[in-house]
């Protein structure tokens, strides 16, 4: 049974493929690549071919009618039916040669017997010349004809009955690349090509765009920034720094990111350091506000060449050129500010001494009389003198001394101090006070408390001592008064005595005993008891009623007391 199945698979597989062999249509042998109709000899030239194939009329070869294949004449057909495979598909119908016996069903059980011999013919196989010799054909390996551009349909030679197997002229589809040329010749460009790619960050991809690589979309490293990320995929978290004041001295001070958080900046590492800036006159800015030593003339301990006179001195390139007997002088900058201008010599009005005085270059020159004398400050201000044979004569007048010794408020040595020796000018006044409570000098003043006063006291008139201290108002005793009398800081504080006052209970008027006390000013007495007496002596200074002491009778079972008639 299996010996039969299988002979019979076989005839079907060949018949099918002779069938097959007879309905592939022949292509017409005039075919070959061209651009225009006049390559073709005539024929025209249709989406890159010359001609048609032969199921088409063409003007240069005549129609190839195909008829079917006849089956040899001693051959009979019949049909039977075959088991399928599966039981879901229906049976079909195959041809056999009419001297094999039926297939029964599977299901059945059938002995196997020795198949009984048969004969079939089949016919002359049409691939055995499948063309003439020397003819050619348009050929392409790469799909159906025409090729899309670059690719190119090549030609086919016949050989020996057979076409031959290379297809001469022909360019095939390639790989597509990345070079804006269509490469596997399907009518798209480079294709949308991708490829893999990396950055710092991670993995992407790259896109082909007019045959060049597009740029890597895997994530790009950021500038880091303080968040507690890598931003710039650098293995690194944080760490970044950036500047703190970068003015004066604390010009490369910075802070650090660490965690997502920047740390302060501390300017108090920075030895120079100082804010505010005051009377520090160092050339450099302490507080890094962009001024250096503010408010400062200059830096502690320069020195500069000066020169304050009128003329005489010329600056230039930063040194003084003076003419004799001018002569520039040295400051020396002192907590921020120029000293005076030390050995300078300035020039002055022409005076007749033999010297060039205004540096002009001429020596008494054009001296008007009578000139100031060389001492122009204090008693000396104003005075003139004379010139003859190049002497000169100044009397400063009375008030003048070599050395002071006046305390008279003058500068009497024409120096620029007015009484510098004295311990006052006199007649000068201060503020002043007793060496007693109430007042205390506090930075040049005095801060008094309660009616306490400072007083004032005057320079004697030699200037060496102070007068007496006058008008001070020293602690007194405390009144009720609403003043501080003592100066001790509480008012009205009087110091308890002993009082009695007159109060009216029912209808009689009763002496009682209290105790004195200022209020808002005024003594007022405050009773807390009845006065008891044993004679009308012990009822002295009650205060008077109608006119009338109170007499000492007897009041309750308790005594005697004074009360009032």
Request: hydrophobic share 20%; glycine share 10%; charged share 20%.
């Amino acid at each position: 049974m299996s010996v039969r199945f299988g002979l019979f698979c076989c005839i079907v597989l060949f018949a099918l493929a002779a069938f097959v062999a007879c309905q592939t249509p022949t292509l017409n042998p005039h075919l070959r690549p061209c651009q225009t109709s006049a390559e073709c000899d005539g024929a025209d030239c249709n989406q890159g071919l010359c001609g048609s194939s032969q199921t088409e009329s063409s003007p240069h070869e005549p129609s190839v009618e195909q008829t079917p294949s006849e089956p040899p004449t001693d051959t009979q057909e019949t049909t039977i039916e075959i088991a399928p495979t599966d039981a879901s598909e229906p049976p079909t119908e195959q041809p056999i040669p009419e001297n094999t016996d039926e297939i029964t069903d599977a299901s059945e059980p059938t002995p196997e017997t020795p198949p009984e011999p048969f004969e079939f013919i089949v016919a002359e196989d049409p691939l055995e010349a499948e063309c003439t010799d020397g003819q050619t054909r348009v050929c392409f390996s790469g799909g159906s004809l025409p090729p899309k551009a670059p690719c190119k349909s090549g030609t086919q030679t016949c050989e020996n009955g057979k076409w031959a197997d290379a297809c001469v002229g022909e360019i095939p589809p390639t790989p597509e690349e990345c070079d804006n040329v269509d490469n596997d010749c399907n009518g798209q460009i480079d294709d949308n090509l991708q490829k893999a790619c990396n950055s710092e960050c991670g993995s992407g991809k790259q896109t082909c765009n007019a045959g060049k690589w597009g740029a890597c979309d895997a994530p790009a490293p950021q500038t880091e920034i303080c968040n507690n990320k890598d931003d710039d995929c650098d293995g690194k978290i944080d760490g970044i720094t950036r500047d703190c004041e970068q003015r004066g001295v604390c010009k490369g001070s910075f802070e650090t990111c660490n965690n997502g958080q920047w740390s302060r900046c501390n300017y108090n590492s920075i030895p120079e350091y100082l804010d505010p800036e005051i009377n520090k006159c160092d050339g450099l800015d302490n507080d890094c506000n962009g001024q250096i030593d503010d408010g400062c003339s200059c830096q502690d301990g320069s020195s500069r060449p000066c020169y304050t006179g009128t003329k005489g001195c010329l600056f230039q390139n930063g040194f003084y050129t003076c003419k004799a007997p001018c002569k520039a002088g040295s400051q020396t900058c002192r907590n921020g500010q120029w000293g005076p201008c030390d050995g300078q010599i300035t020039n002055t009005p022409e005076i007749c001494d033999g010297k060039d005085n205004d540096c002009d270059g001429q020596i008494d020159n054009n001296l008007p009389l009578p000139q100031l004398c060389p001492k122009q400050i204090g008693v000396c201000q104003g005075v003139r003198y004379t010139c003859k044979e190049s002497q000169l004569n100044c009397d400063y007048g009375t008030d003048y001394e070599g050395v002071e010794s006046k305390c008279d408020g003058k500068d009497n040595d024409c120096d620029g101090q007015i009484d510098e020796t004295c311990l006052c000018t006199p007649g000068q006044q201060r503020a002043c006070y007793p060496a007693k409570p109430g007042c205390v000098l506090i930075g040049g003043r005095y801060s008094c408390t309660g009616a306490c006063r400072a007083g004032k006291q005057t320079c004697n008139p030699d200037g060496k001592a102070w007068g007496i201290c006058v008008d001070a108002i020293i602690p007194a005793p405390e009144l009720c008064d609403t003043i501080d009398n003592d100066c001790n800081g509480t008012i009205d504080d009087i110091a308890p005595r002993e009082c009695r006052a007159r109060i009216k209970v029912g209808s009689f008027h009763i002496c009682y005993k209290g105790t004195v006390q200022c209020v808002s000013g005024q003594e007022q007495c405050k009773s807390t008891f009845m006065l008891s007496c044993t004679n009308a002596a012990s009822c002295n200074g009650c205060p008077l009623h109608n006119g009338k002491g109170p007499n000492c009778i007897n009041g309750t079972e308790n005594g005697k007391f004074c009360i009032y008639p």
